[in-house]
């Protein structure tokens, strides 16, 4: 397939990618306040305030989603063998998305915010992402559809779980029904974590994992171990991940039962985690030479998006063995509030998720373009963004730790953030080395669209 | 079909647990009955929470003590979920790089509020907190009046004895007795306390490391009363170089202030933040500052 039936998916990832140089340049200013609280203080739109909820969004609705939903848009009609419904709404989804983000970083910018993690977004936004999720939707389900290939590969199942799902949580997340987009009481912080929890668990998880199951037979030219264990682990996925939301409110003032059904479906989600990975490393088995030596059987792009790949499936089994071991109440009081959360939610989002997304963009992006990857750039990208995931994961647990048990000790509270600094600064350490990774990727890719168009 | 029936099975996965986890809570009305004393925010307090909101304060700061001895040790009695009824966004909060606030009204002056906005640093030296330089003097006074409302009625009665304190203060500075009703508000058995660590050279040291980390702010680097925090605080802290003021605070004076602090004025209690050898050492440092 060529020509203007792969646009929108190319679209989608060369903005994905401009999208992660803002997020992370905005990442960096943020990792040196940590440790300078004067830098660029005594403005309005660079205060940490404002930039934090910048940087998630452009995070997690840029780059993460555009990259995902670029690999369903490029997947989904070659698993159908049928052209994509409709290239034109694609590409409408496209400007739409980028228009999109850009309102968004203004309106988080000017301090207009909803005042709710991850659902910061004014009304008006959210009708417009509500949107274009609904015109991906559509586009895509329709795809599947009118496909001529009988079988249904499990891809396909997990973005057609995604499609469903995220309107949902997106919609009942926000409080849609009232443009203050807000509950009263209590029950705002349950809403607020049904969805912050569940665009994790039914929006990024069924994409990322859906994109991992296409590129890993592809990548190791064998196919998938076990079809049956991949639909074990989408339907327990479906039956667990909707219900842990509360995990995130344990001791908190709602109602104790409610906490106890999110720490009890948190513990079960052991089992889809495990078939995945299972299913996962049984695929690689007897290919691991594909990985370091043996690269001449695969082209740059595709030697580098297996490193991506396994990778983001190891950074994928550590977050979601923590997962359930932070929801249980004896671990919570020494984690919660603290810089380990900060570690495990990059963990998933950067680690799993966003190595996964690079190895999409290496293995497809050559492919919609016939552009060559080159060697070097990509490696560069790769071990320089492993050593500063591993510094910054590691500083970060350490420093959780200290503030949980200190905190346990009765340790004066200004104490406790003096006590820091050390690890705040091997953080900045290694997001430095994390942002240039990112630059040397914008590089790789934009350089090596510039050689197509010669 | 096929597609099709996956999709209407996932749909009821998703829709039985928003049923139980999310619209059951929704329909349980105790959780929407406000506590016995819980009243809405005023205009000002409310004018505040906007800017709290939109300045991201609560990506930093909770506002839930939870029921965890360690929660209520460092900020008072577990939040329930009555005291939260008018509140929309809730703002509980998600993370601890700075304390919890769902009680800190009237535990500091407004005065200490307004130099700790200005530059947390000036109050707390080792705060990595933003500056809220840019905002203006109305928005400065709507954020403290509600950070003072945090926790309730009961927070409401100490931030107003902040207040009455800080008149009665200014008014006997203006009579030239602030000493003598400092000295009033010190019970006697705490009057004739005197140093166990007078002159010793080791607490004078740790004294010194102590002052710099949480008193340097206000009082100044040198003792001399005139911090960074000092241009916004009234009454004004205490000189520790002046010869007539070192003379008539006894050790057991000094103690008592630093242990309950001085209320109506920017010193706040540090007895839960400092050991007794720590305090008796501070003092023994102050003694070292007169010129």
Redesign the interface.
């Known amino acids: 397939m060529g020509g203007d039936s792969n646009t929108a998916a190319r679209w989608l990832f060369i903005s994905a990618v401009a999208w992660l140089g803002a997020a992370v340049t905005v990442a960096l200013l943020l990792a040196v306040k940590f440790v300078f609280p004067e830098f660029l203080s005594g403005s309005a739109p660079l205060q940490f305030g404002r930039l934090r909820p910048v940087h998630i969004t452009l995070a997690a609705f840029g780059w993460l989603s555009m990259v995902q939903v670029g690999m369903a848009y490029y997947t989904v009609p070659r698993l159908a063998r049928v052209e994509l419904h409709s290239q034109r709404l694609a590409k409408l989804s496209v400007l739409l998305w980028n228009l999109f983000l850009i309102l968004a970083a203004i309106t988080l910018l000017a301090g207009m915010t909803q005042g709710r993690e991850y659902a910061e977004l004014v009304y008006p936004l959210d009708v417009l992402f509500l949107a274009l999720l609904a015109l991906v939707a559509y586009n895509l389900l329709r795809t599947v559809l009118v496909r001529k290939e009988e079988k249904l590969y499990v891809t396909l199942w997990y973005f057609l779980a995604a499609l469903v799902w995220m309107p949902v949580v997106y919609f009942v997340g926000n409080v849609m029904w009232t443009p203050k987009g807000a509950l009263y009481g209590v029950n705002d912080a349950i809403v607020n974590w049904f969805y912050g929890h569940n665009i994790l668990g039914l929006w990024f998880t069924p994409l990322g994992v859906g994109a991992a199951y296409y590129l890993l037979p592809k990548l190791v030219q064998k196919p998938l171990y076990s079809h049956r264990l991949s639909l074990l682990g989408f339907w327990t996925l479906g039956l667990f991940y909707p219900w842990v939301g509360t995990h995130h409110l344990i001791f908190g003032p709602v109602p104790v039962w409610a906490q106890s059904v999110a720490i009890i479906a948190s513990v079960a989600m052991v089992l889809p985690v495990l078939a995945v990975t299972v299913n996962f490393w049984k695929t690689i088995e007897g290919r691991w030479h594909l990985l370091a030596g043996a690269q001449e059987r695969l082209s740059a792009g595709d030697s580098v998006a297996l490193k991506f790949l396994v990778l983001g499936g190891v950074w994928y089994l550590l977050t979601c063995l923590q997962g359930p071991f932070q929801a249980l109440r004896q671990v919570q009081p020494y984690v919660h509030f603290t810089n380990w959360v900060v570690a495990h939610a990059h963990l998933a989002l950067l680690g799993a998720f966003s190595f996964w997304g690079f190895a999409c963009i290496y293995y497809a992006l050559p492919r919609l373009t016939g552009a060559e990857v080159s060697p070097r750039p990509a490696k560069a990208h790769f071990y320089l963004l492993t050593i500063g995931l591993s510094g910054f994961i590691a500083s970060l647990t350490v420093a959780g730790l200290i503030q949980g048990s200190s905190w346990q000790a009765g340790v004066p509270f200004v104490d406790v953030v003096a006590s820091l600094r050390p690890y705040l600064a091997v953080r900045l350490v290694s997001a430095v080395m994390m942002v240039a990774s990112v630059y040397i990727f914008i590089y790789a890719v934009f350089s090596s669209l510039r050689g197509v168009r010669r | 079909m ?3 029936t ?2 209407a ?3 009821a ?2 829709g039985v ?2 049923l ?3 619209f ?3 329909g ?1 009305s105790s ?2 009955e406000p506590s016995p004393e819980l009243k809405p925010l005023n205009e000002l307090q409310e004018r505040g929470r906007q800017i709290y ?8 700061h ?1 506002q ?1 003590v ?3 001895s ?2 209520v ?2 900020y008072g009695r ?4 009555g ?17 919890d606030l769902a009680r800190v009204g009237g535990v500091y002056s407004d005065d200490w509020h307004l130099a700790h906005f200005i530059n ?2 000036y109050t ?1 030296p ?9 905002l203006s003097q109305e928005e400065l006074e709507a954020l403290i009046a509600y950070v003072q409302s945090l926790g309730g009625a009961e927070a409401e009665r100490r931030a107003e004895m902040q207040r009455r304190m800080k008149r009665a203060m200014l008014e006997a500075q203006r009579l030239g007795r602030e000493e003598e009703m400092m000295q009033a508000m010190v019970p006697a058995s705490y009057r004739s306390l005197e140093n166990p660590l007078a002159g010793s050279a080791e607490a004078v040291l740790l004294g010194r490391k102590l002052f710099a ?1 949480n008193c340097s702010g206000c009082h100044g680097s040198g003792g001399g009363g005139d911090g960074p925090a000092a241009a916004y605080l009234a009454p004004k802290p205490a000189n520790f170089t002046s010869a007539e003021f070192m003379s008539t605070a006894s050790d057991g004076r000094l103690y008592y202030s630093i242990l309950r602090g001085v209320p109506g004025t920017a010193m706040h209690p540090f007895g ?3 050991t007794e050898r720590e305090v008796w050492s501070l003092i023994a440092y102050l003694r070292t500052l007169e010129e």
Request: hydrophobic share 40%; aromatic share 10%.
């Open positions: 096929r597609a099709l996956i999709a099975g996932v749909a996965l998703v647990a928003l139980v986890t999310v059951l809570p929704m349980d959780l929407y909101i939109r300045e991201g304060c609560w990506y930093c909770t839930q939870r029921n965890l360690m929660d040790q460092y577990v939040s329930e979920p005291e939260y009824a008018y509140l929309s966004p809730v703002l509980l909060g998600t993370e601890r790089t700075g304390p947390p640093r707390v080792r705060s990595i907190m933003p500056s809220f330089s840019y980390e839960a933040k400092l």
